[in-house]
């Protein structure tokens, strides 16, 4: 399976989407929304902001390999 490096994260406050490229080598732990500025956290027992908001998780899990 190849690793998909685009994820559409959504906001869960105003419901806004961006598509984002996502790194391979780092993880993201924070993430400001666009439209309404709220900072995004992984939520409790994911490792960054694409496996908690993302469309597609984070390159590393994908791989099932350890997150950061």
Do not use: H, W
Not at 2 to 17: A, D, M, R
């Amino acid at each position: 399976m190849e690793v998909q490096l685009k994820s559409e994260i959504t906001c869960p406050n105003c419901g806004y989407q961006k598509l984002e490229d996502m790194p391979t080598n780092a993880c993201r732990f924070f993430y400001e929304c666009e439209n309404c500025k709220m900072v995004l956290k992984p939520n409790e027992g994911d490792c960054c902001v694409y496996c908690s908001f993302g469309t597609v998780a984070c390159p590393p899990i994908q791989e099932n390999k350890s997150c950061c």
